[in-house]
């Protein structure tokens, strides 16, 4: 159990790191748009909250955000 644990936590961190790449690969144009548009499809008030927060470091939107990267960044988290 804590090796499944372990290995979630592990992945997590790893698509985390890519989401960290990816933006910071971006214009403070993009940067911002990108930003906008994920803040536009969240509803629920803590999930919004968190994200104006910690930006791209909410871990609470984290499966949230991968989807984004990935449907933004195709293959984004390839080889994780």
Sequence with gaps: ???????????????????REAVAAR???QRDADR???LSQLSDPLERGDFERLGWAS???A???AAFWEEMVP?????L
């Design 63 to 65: 499966r949230a955000m």
């Design 1 to 19: 159990v804590l090796e499944a644990l372990a290995a979630e936590l592990r992945g997590r961190a790893a698509r985390m790191e890519r989401i």
């Design 75 to 79: 293959g984004l988290f390839e080889g």
């Design 36 to 38: 906008r548009l994920f």
């Design 59 to 61: 871990a609470l939107n």
């Design 27 to 29: 214009t403070p144009t």
